[in-house]
């Protein structure tokens, strides 16, 4: 370990240099990348496997996501948070990222006895138990791979070639091994080879800059109840997150969890996409807060702007291109998920404007108890919606459920963390993002009555409504619209 004062400052100095542009990019690019494989394997997977297989698989992946949570135990918000306050002494950072170490084993110890405890007593799952033991080795993954002390370095270079190695590799072995509906297992085993993978790579690369130890203090204990804190919060949240698909194949079996996969591939990859600029943004905004409350307010305003600059129309075209999304992304036989995939769509702006609240807001200024209070209400609200509305709507009375529940977490989140904000600009922004959305309705329609074929017609859908949308706000004077323009003609 170095630790010589000049070394410190030079690293000081180039975590400073890096841009905020360049990190949302290279995040972008990551995550863009790595949900474009699943845009090109997913039709190629549910052609293959059927919706049964489809579903045999999502579902036994809804179950495992329960013991990957508590894998995880809410490690990587807090070190993140309370990293980046050590990011510049290096010596701290090594202490926390031992303390974070040790706590990332201890429960990941913890996750696989829960496990195996349910596996062994659970009669329901007999028949999901080796694909369910197959998706738990992200709980060693996540463990081992310490994702968070990149974000802090702000690696996202490595990260984004990291990626593309390992989806490339996956996508390789997809094409080659998995050829017929009995391949589900091999299905999941390639998904796991490229998380496990991506794990072990991270170990290699953050033993280079930091020195992981196995350690017992008490420090321990004092990191465990705001962990404990930000877990209960993350768990309550993947519950009603979660809930739709196991409640779907608990009571429909894996044909309705294979439709409602359909739909909600798209849906989770755009969430993905969103979240990954809330998670570069929420590095920096909690350094901001407590050094420069006007940069703060700053950048929240922008991040904000371009979540809901981005969720509005792609919630909007999105549900006006329903069926030619789920025909490309599934094929005829998936079209039953068509309104699940609206409605999951409208979710999409709650779902990522909570999470800024959250990780943007209240996880800063330590007020984890309300993110547990909203998504526990949350969780609540979804099992009852969940009951009602799949038992007799099926999928998509899962994705009414979802919105809903979005819905009332997204408000709760937005007036505990409105106190900390300042207020101007944000309506005015979201209504100029309407009125130009609304414009897509009379464009589809129009070119909808063209006698072309599907391709062409969907390809004229999404440019002129993307030009419509960028000229109008233009027009209209949006802020955002124009501060991207300028950065443009700068570059």
């Known amino acids: 370990m170095a630790g010589n004062d000049g070394e410190?400052?030079?690293?000081?100095?180039?975590?400073k240099r890096k841009s905020m542009s360049l990190n949302?990019?290279?995040?972008?690019?990551?995550?863009?990348?790595?949900?474009l494989f699943p845009l090109i394997t997913f039709p190629y997977i549910t052609r293959v496997l059927s919706p049964e297989g489809i579903g045999q698989a999502n579902y036994a992946s809804s179950i495992a996501n329960y013991f990957i949570l508590i894998g995880g135990l809410g490690i990587a918000s807090y070190a993140i948070r309370e990293g980046a306050k050590r990011s510049y002494q290096k010596e701290e950072l090594e202490k926390f990222a031992d303390e974070m170490w040790t706590v990332s084993l201890m429960a990941a110890v913890f996750a696989y006895v829960c496990l195996f405890v349910t596996l062994i007593f659970s009669v329901k799952l007999h028949n999901y138990r080796w694909l369910i033991a197959i998706y738990s080795f992200q709980i060693l993954s996540n463990a081992i791979g310490m994702e968070w002390v990149l974000n802090i370095y702000e690696e996202y270079a490595?990260?984004?070639?990291?990626?593309?190695?390992?989806q490339i590799l996956s996508l390789v072995l997809l094409f080659c091994f998995v050829r017929n509906p009995e391949d589900v297992y091999r299905y999941v085993i390639?998904?796991?080879?490229?998380?496990?993978?991506?794990?072990?790579?991270?170990?290699?690369?953050?033993?280079?800059?930091?020195?992981l130890k196995i350690i017992w203090s008490k420090k321990i204990?004092?990191?465990?109840?705001?962990?404990?804190?930000?877990?209960?919060?993350?768990?309550?949240?993947?519950?009603?997150?979660?809930?739709?698909?196991?409640?779907?194949?608990?009571?429909?079996?894996?044909?309705?969890?294979?439709y409602y996969t359909a739909a909600a591939k798209l849906y989770n990859i755009v969430k993905s996409l969103i979240n990954s600029?809330?998670?570069?943004?929420?590095?920096?905004?909690?350094?901001?807060?407590?050094?420069?409350?006007?940069?703060?307010?700053?950048?929240?305003?922008?991040?904000?702007?371009?979540?809901?600059?981005?969720?509005?129309?792609?919630?909007?075209?999105?549900?006006?291109?329903?069926?030619?999304?789920?025909?490309?992304?599934?094929?005829?036989?998936?079209?039953?998920?068509?309104g699940s995939l609206a409605v999951l769509l409208a979710s999409l702006i709650f779902a990522t404007l909570g999470n800024l609240f959250g990780a943007g807001v209240l996880l800063i200024?330590?007020?984890?108890?309300?993110?547990?209070?909203?998504?526990?209400?949350?969780?609540?609200?979804?099992?009852?919606?969940?009951?009602?509305?799949?038992?007799?709507?099926?999928?998509?009375?899962?994705?009414?459920?979802?919105?809903?529940?979005?819905?009332?977490?997204?408000?709760?989140?937005?007036?505990k963390a409105a106190p900390y904000l300042c207020h101007r600009g944000f309506i005015r922004h979201q209504m100029k993002v309407i009125i130009a959305c609304i414009l897509f309705i009379p464009i589809v329609w129009g070119i909808n009555q063209l006698m072309i074929g599907f391709w062409m017609k969907l390809a004229c859908k999404i440019v002129v409504c993307i030009i419509t949308y960028i000229v109008t706000l233009l027009l209209l004077k949006d802020e955002l619209a124009e501060q991207m323009i300028k950065r443009n003609q700068r570059v």
């Not at 309300?370 to 899962?398: D, H």
């Open 277 to 338: 600029v809330v998670t570069v943004y929420a590095v920096r905004l909690s350094s901001l807060y407590y050094q420069d409350k006007t940069e703060y307010d700053k950048t929240f305003k922008e991040v904000f702007q371009l979540i809901t600059g981005l969720t509005i129309p792609m919630a909007v075209g999105g549900s006006l291109l329903r069926n030619e999304i789920i025909v490309i992304l599934g094929g005829k036989e998936y079209l039953a998920a068509t």
């Open 8 to 15: 410190i400052g030079n690293e000081v100095h180039y975590m």
């Open 24 to 35: 949302v990019l290279l995040n972008g690019i990551k995550t863009v990348l790595s949900l």
């Open 221 to 258: 204990l004092e990191h465990l109840r705001p962990i404990l804190l930000i877990f209960s919060t993350t768990l309550a949240t993947a519950i009603y997150v979660n809930l739709d698909t196991t409640m779907l194949g608990w009571i429909w079996g894996d044909e309705q969890v294979g």
């Open 190 to 211: 390639i998904q796991m080879i490229s998380t496990v993978g991506i794990g072990l790579a991270n170990h290699i690369y953050v033993r280079k800059k930091l020195t």
């Open 365 to 415: 200024v330590k007020k984890e108890k309300y993110m547990f209070a909203a998504t526990l209400t949350g969780t609540f609200v979804n099992m009852v919606l969940n009951y009602i509305f799949i038992t007799k709507m099926k999928c998509t009375g899962a994705a009414i459920a979802t919105l809903i529940t979005e819905i009332i977490v997204c408000t709760i989140l937005a007036v």
């Open 158 to 166: 490595y990260v984004t070639i990291r990626s593309v190695i390992f």
